[in-house]
C-alpha cells in the first residue's frame, strides 16, 4: 500500500497567479497521476508524472498550464498556472505501485483550489 | 474505445437497506475493474477489485460486486447499509494497453436514517 500527503490541502487564489501542489508518498512507486475533479464530477486525469523525464500529458491538458516535476519515487508537483476561475477544483495525485499491470491506485486527500 | 457507465447518479436508500449501484463497461479484452469509495473531503480509497476467477469478490466494509460478462457489468451491492456509507462510489476500468485506468461518473450514496 502507499499513503500520500497533499500540501496545501486547500487555497484560495486571485485570477492569474499560480499555484504549485505537492504531493509525498511514503513509498517509492513507479506510476503516479495528477487528477482533476471539478465540483460533482468525475476524475479526470491530467498527466503521468514520469521519473526523470517530462510528464505525459492528456488530451487537453499541455505542460505550459499544467508544468508537472518529479525529482524522485516519492514526490512531485504540479503547478497551475495563470489561473481563471474555471480552474476552480480538487487536484488529486494518485500512484500505483506497478507499472503496466493493473493494481490498485492509492489517492492522496486532494487539494482544493478556489479561484477569485 | 473503453469506458465505464454508471448509470445512477445518485441513489439514496434508508439505512439497513440493501443497496446495489449499476456499472456497466466497453472494452475490448479482459476487464480489470475496481470499485472506489471518495467520502467527503477525502480522496478515494479502494473497495474491491476483480481481476480473473471467481466473479463474485468481496471486499472492505461488507461490500461485494460481481462480474458478468454477460451483462457487460459489475455492480456493487451491500446486504445492509449504515450511515457511514454515505458517500461517492466510482467504478473504474484498468486498460492495460494504456497503463491507467478509466473511471465512471460517480453514484452519490445519501443514507435516510
Known amino acids: 500500500s502507499a499513503v500520500i500527503s497533499q500540501k496545501p490541502s486547500r487555497d484560495i487564489c486571485q485570477r492569474g497567479t499560480s499555484l504549485t501542489i505537492q504531493c509525498q508518498v511514503d513509498s517509492q512507486v513507479t506510476m503516479m497521476f495528477w487528477y482533476r475533479q471539478q465540483p460533482g464530477q468525475s476524475l479526470t486525469l491530467i498527466a503521468t508524472a514520469n521519473q526523470g523525464s517530462e510528464a505525459t500529458y492528456e488530451s487537453g491538458f499541455v505542460i505550459d498550464k499544467f508544468p508537472i516535476s518529479r525529482p524522485n519515487l516519492t514526490f512531485s508537483t504540479l503547478t497551475v498556472s495563470n489561473m481563471s476561475p474555471e480552474d476552480s477544483s480538487i487536484y488529486l495525485c494518485?500512484?500505483?505501485?506497478?507499472?503496466?499491470?493493473?493494481?490498485?491506485?492509492?489517492f492522496g486527500p486532494g487539494t482544493r483550489l478556489t479561484v477569485l | 474505445a473503453q469506458s465505464v457507465t454508471q448509470p445512477d447518479i445518485h441513489i439514496t436508500v434508508s439505512e439497513g437497506a440493501s443497496l446495489e449501484l449499476r456499472c456497466n463497461y466497453s472494452?475490448?479484452?479482459?476487464?480489470?475493474l475496481f470499485w472506489y469509495v471518495q467520502s467527503p473531503g477525502q480522496g478515494l480509497q479502494l473497495l474491491l477489485k476483480?481481476?480473473?476467477?471467481?466473479?463474485l469478490v468481496q471486499g472492505i466494509k461488507g461490500f461485494e460486486a460481481e462480474f458478468k460478462r454477460s451483462q457487460s457489468s459489475f455492480n456493487l451491492r451491500k446486504p445492509s447499509v449504515h450511515w457511514s456509507d454515505a458517500a461517492e462510489y466510482f467504478c473504474a476500468l484498468y486498460n492495460t494497453n494504456a497503463g491507467k485506468s478509466t473511471f465512471g461518473d460517480g453514484t452519490t450514496l445519501t443514507v435516510k436514517p
Open positions: 494518485s500512484v500505483q505501485i506497478l507499472a503496466g499491470l493493473p493494481d490498485t491506485q492509492y
Open positions: 472494452y475490448g479484452a479482459t476487464p480489470y
Open positions: 476483480y481481476f480473473s476467477g471467481d466473479t
